[in-house]
């Protein structure tokens, strides 16, 4: 059971990435998934999360207008597009599944509950 990132890296202050998290061995389908970033010296994060379901999301209120997560099933791909990118976003972002037989399908969470994490992909965010 693995999670893949893909799309970090160095982008100007105002632009624009999107993350990819595809999981190999596993199907989407049951599993909520949450987007998690850790700066230099500081905490991990949650930032964004998706229910299995792709109905309910959440965001912490730093990226709230500016990130949107969605989730295409077809492609068992869960997405974070991220605009006007600032600085303080910098950090290694990671995505993670959490299995949502006993939540439900409208579950997701921004706390550091999840069951498998993936390895993390930089994003620098620099003039």
């Known amino acids: 059971v693995q999670l893949m990132e893909s799309g970090g890296g160095l982008v100007q202050p105002g632009g624009s990435l999107r993350l990819s998290c595809a999981p190999s061995?596993?199907?989407?389908?049951?599993?909520?998934i949450g987007w998690f970033r850790q700066a230099p010296g500081k905490a991990r994060e949650g930032a964004s999360c998706?229910?299995?379901?792709?109905?309910?999301?959440n965001y912490r209120d730093s990226v709230k207008g500016r990130f949107t997560v969605s989730k295409d099933k077809a492609k068992n791909t869960v997405y974070l597009q991220m605009d006007n990118l600032k600085p303080e976003d910098t950090g290694v972002y990671y995505c993670?599944?959490?299995?949502?037989?006993?939540?439900?399908?409208?579950?997701?969470?921004?706390?550091?509950?999840?069951?498998?994490w993936g390895q993390g992909t930089q994003i620098t965010v620099s003039p």
């Open positions: 061995g596993f199907t989407l389908d049951y599993y909520a």
């Open positions: 998706i229910s299995s379901s792709g109905e309910s999301t």
């Open positions: 993670a599944a959490l299995n949502t037989y006993v939540t439900g399908p409208s579950y997701c969470s921004l706390a550091l509950e999840y069951d498998y």
